[in-house]
């Protein structure tokens, strides 16, 4: 499944995946994460979100792949 959100600007996607990586890095149970990842999964997907939990770069994340 695709996300269903598009982002009007580089710049807006950018500063939705640095508040997402803020909330991830303040998960300090499994059960935090899954609360965020749950908020968070139907607007960037899960392979966006997995990234940033393994520590990717926003850079990174953002790369489109082709």
Known sequence: ???TTTFN???EERTYLTNV???????Q?????????KR????IGHRKLGRL??????????????
């Open 9 to 11: 600007s580089p710049e």
């Open 29 to 37: 149970t499994k059960a935090d994460v899954v609360e965020v990842w």
């Open 53 to 66: 939990l393994i520590g990717r770069s926003l850079d990174e994340v953002l790369k489109v792949r082709g």
């Open 21 to 27: 990586k803020a909330d991830l890095d303040g998960a």
């Open 40 to 43: 968070h999964y139907l607007t």
């Open 1 to 3: 499944m695709s996300p």
